[in-house]
């Protein structure tokens, strides 16, 4: 995460700067620039949707500056406008141009502006596949929509409150990711009836891939996995199961396993008894009619699950499975940054999360280019390094049969030590 919040402070420190009180063509202009050329650099130094989310949310914070009391940038939509042409300089024509006719018609500015920013989520599914570009267009209209409010039908939110509001949110997100974070890798309490890592005797680990199968990356990906003679371990999502199922089929074939990923990547928290049974069930019976095989693993979606999944997990005969090394090739880091931190690590034992499909909130729509470019490396590098690969199956019997011979050793130790 250091890549993206390194982006989001320096953004928000030219956010900070060349900030004008009154509206004029020079200062539109530069605002303009000023966000455009903000996203290009960011851009340059990691190109990754999640690293386009911070920069923008940095510049935008720092233009209206949160710190400073009373104080906000009067021309936030050139900047605004200026980060959507770097996204996409057709939408950031259409909307122009939108607004030009709209003052053409005898609109007040702000009223003008307010109407463009309606425009901005209704277009921006059009153009843009990934979840980042499209929480950046929902970030910028919601600022819009908030600061150029028409006077007629509401009295204008103070600025002060936005910016308060806002930061309470940023430091809210930043407290709930480290918990979450804390929460997948180490978790709380005595957990047996899952697995983080399996037994660090032998110098084994497991590769998983998750949100699959994907049409493009997970055939590039099983390619790869054939060709070194790895087995891995598929998590695989009910909805692409069932749009395609000769992959999905084809993993099986290769020897690989398959695990249970929910049928719609749905988080289970916030979803009812029924609503997280129907995502465990519905996912099972999606995998099990197209490859014949009955899963017996389950990961949930962003590692979260709850009392009620667990123990219908339990009684269901899963084990829930979660990992120790993430090689966070959802945020698209490039494959270096990828082989770095898969490489640097991994352990005896570990369990390595890759994704073949997916993207920062849906199940389809992510580039996994990286992933594929990287996995070959990463595989390499281990068999230098003397570990061997299994899939999640194997792990867990090889867990089974070291606590096996460690009770067996008990009872021996014990016995003699009787006599």
């Given at each position: 995460m250091s890549y993206f919040v390194v982006t989001g402070l320096f953004s928000y420190l030219v956010g900070g700067f060349f900030v004008f009180k009154k509206r004029e063509t020079f200062t539109q202009i530069v605002e303009f620039l000023k966000g455009y050329l903000t996203m290009f650099f960011a851009g340059l130094y990691l190109h990754s949707g999640l690293t386009y989310l911070f920069s923008s949310m940095g510049v935008l914070a720092g233009h209206t500056r949160p710190f400073f009391k009373g104080f906000r940038g009067d021309t936030t939509e050139a900047l605004a406008l200026g980060i959507i042409f770097y996204l996409s300089w057709k939408m950031g024509l259409i909307l122009f141009f939108f607004f030009l006719v709209l003052k053409q018609f005898g609109e007040d500015y702000d009223d003008a502006v307010f109407i463009t920013s309606l425009l901005i989520p209704i277009?921006?599914?059009?153009?843009?596949?990934?979840?980042?570009?499209?929480?950046?267009?929902?970030?910028?209209?919601?600022?819009?929509?908030?600061?150029?409010?028409?006077?007629?039908?509401?009295?204008?939110?103070?600025?002060?409150?936005?910016n308060k509001t806002v930061l309470g949110l940023a430091v809210f997100f930043i407290i709930a990711l480290f918990f979450?974070?804390?929460?997948?890798?180490k978790g709380f309490g005595m957990q047996k009836d899952l697995i983080r890592h399996g037994p660090g005797q032998f110098k084994y680990v497991a590769i998983t891939f998750d949100d699959g199968p994907d049409p493009l990356y997970t055939p590039e990906i099983l390619d790869i996995l054939l060709e070194k003679r790895v087995p891995a371990t598929f998590f695989?999502?009910?909805?692409?199961?069932?749009?395609?199922?000769?992959?999905?089929?084809r993993i099986v074939k290769e020897g690989h396993s398959v695990g249970n990923h929910t049928y719609s990547h749905k988080s289970l928290i916030p979803l009812s008894a029924k609503g997280q049974e129907d995502e465990i069930k519905k996912?099972?019976?999606?995998?099990?009619?197209?490859?014949g095989v009955r899963p017996l693993l389950f990961?949930?979606?962003?590692?979260?699950?709850?009392?009620?999944?667990?123990?219908?997990?339990?009684?269901?005969?899963?084990?829930?499975?979660?990992?120790?090394?993430?090689?966070?090739?959802?945020?698209?880091l490039p494959p270096d940054k990828i082989v770095e931190r898969v490489v640097s690590n991994v352990k005896p034992g570990s369990i390595i999360l890759f994704h073949d499909s997916g993207d920062l909130v849906t199940f389809k729509g992510g580039n996994r280019t990286s992933t594929v470019q990287a996995l070959p490396r990463v595989i390499d590098e281990l068999k230098k390094q003397g570990y061997e690969f299994?899939?999640?199956d194997q792990m867990i019997f090889l867990s089974e049969l070291m606590e096996t011979e460690e009770r067996l050793d008990e009872n021996k130790n014990g016995g003699f030590e009787g006599r």
């Open positions: 277009i921006c599914f059009r153009f843009f596949r990934t979840d980042s570009f499209n929480i950046i267009c929902i970030i910028i209209f919601v600022q819009l929509a908030i600061q150029f409010w028409p006077d007629y039908l509401e009295k204008r939110i103070k600025s002060a409150f936005i979450f974070n804390k929460y997948v890798y695989l999502i009910g909805k692409n199961v069932e749009s395609y199922p000769d992959i999905a089929r996912c099972e019976k999606a995998i099990e009619e197209v490859t990961r949930p979606p962003r590692g979260v699950y709850t009392s009620f999944a667990r123990k219908l997990l339990k009684d269901e005969r899963y084990t829930i499975v979660l990992w120790d090394v993430s090689a966070m090739d959802w945020a698209e299994v899939t999640i």
